[in-house]
């Protein structure tokens, strides 16, 4: 058993949230033809989301090649490959001119610079009134929203996952996955080697679901 097919399980599970990602964008007001920049876009389900809910041009980057590949598939195969490219890049040496986006996206990739500074460096890329949908962990929302006018940005709306969204809608059906691979590879000690690491992340969450509660936030540059 590959990695690659505990990525596509994961891929699987993930595009439950994809309802998540088209309420975010449904908030904002109708763009023509918007530039989108997805901001660590992993193997794309935001990505993918953004194509199929906009007609405009989509930029995704991340520091992973093999997830790179994989959106790249999947762009090819849904027939978007003259408005969504991928480009390895570190979200920390992004050097777009100013004023590149109508809107940047990131699901899950924030924390990797910090929501403020996050905030902060990324304002330059936007449009005059371009916008910023952020999704992220909730633990410090009410820190999270006095900070988003402090960095130049007008909050427009946010909304929180339901509390156990994340543990119903994703963990819980990857572990059943997990326990038939498990029966699946039993004795095969490279498969359950993955398997084991995939099963500690399940039980982090496992131990308590609400802790591990998201919220997305969208932003206007002011
Ligand atoms: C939690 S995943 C989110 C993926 C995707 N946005 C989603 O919602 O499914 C975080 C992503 O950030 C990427 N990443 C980590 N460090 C990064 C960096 N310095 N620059 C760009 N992407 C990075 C990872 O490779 C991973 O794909």
Known sequence: ???????????????????????????????????IL???????????????????????????QSLLDKLNSKIEEEGFSSRVKTMKCSLFEMDFPDESFDIIWAEG????????????EWRRLLKPNGFLVVHDEIKTVSNK???????????????????????????RPLEIRIEELYMKYKNNSGALKIL???QDEIDMVKRNPKEHSSAFFIMQKS
């Open 196 to 198: 084991k690491k995939y």
């Open 1 to 35: 058993m590959s990695r690659d097919l505990l990525v596509e399980i994961k891929d699987h599970f993930r595009e439950q949230f994809s309802k998540y990602t088209r309420k975010a964008f449904q908030m904002l007001p109708k763009l023509e033809k918007p530039r």
């Open 109 to 120: 990739s924030i924390w990797i610079i910090g929501f403020e500074k996050g905030l902060k």
């Open 38 to 64: 997805d901001i660590g876009c992993g193997s794309g389900a935001p990505t993918i989301e953004l194509a199929k809910l906009s007609d405009g041009e989509i930029i995704g980057i991340d520091i992973s």
């Open 145 to 171: 929203l006095k900070k988003i006018p402090r960095c130049g940005y007008k909050l427009i709306n946010h909304f929180q996952l339901p509390e156990d969204a994340w543990w119903t809608e994703y963990y």
